[in-house]
């Protein structure tokens, strides 16, 4: 699934990043564990996350994920989107739970990690 489609399927908001919304990602991953996050290691992976933090942001990159979609209608700071600017991972968001979010994404195709 592209980005945009995942965006779309979830009432998704891109908030930095547009040049990832044609990323193809194959799995999703959610968790607000970021040392569960950082035992990942496939690629083209979607970090689906409730953990609207800095760590969010250095978890996805030691383990090369390009995309991260907040949930809970939870929004990223300013801190965070700069952050994520400098290291280009995307940042999004959803009102939906992490559950919601990972059962629609994966009726829609999104393989899971394990």
């Known amino acids: ?8 399927c979830v009432d998704g908001k891109l908030v930095w990043g547009e040049s990832h919304l044609e ?7 959610a968790s607000d564990l970021m040392s569960d996050v950082l035992t990942i290691l496939e690629d083209d992976i979607l970090l689906i996350t409730g953990l609207s933090n800095n760590q969010s ?9 390009t995309n991260i979609l907040l949930v809970r209608n ?4 300013q801190n965070m989107i700069d952050m994520a600017k400098e290291l ?4 999004s968001y959803t009102p ?19």
Do not use: W
């Open 88 to 91: 280009n991972i995307s940042l």
């Open 96 to 114: 939906y739970s992490l559950f919601k979010t990972s059962g629609l994404l994966y009726a829609k195709g999104l393989k899971p990690v394990y």
């Open 23 to 29: 990323d193809e990602v194959i799995r999703g991953f």
């Open 57 to 65: 942001i250095r978890t996805a990159e030691m383990s090369d994920i």
């Open 1 to 8: 699934m592209k980005l945009k489609e995942i965006l779309e």
């Open 74 to 77: 939870k929004r990223p700071s």
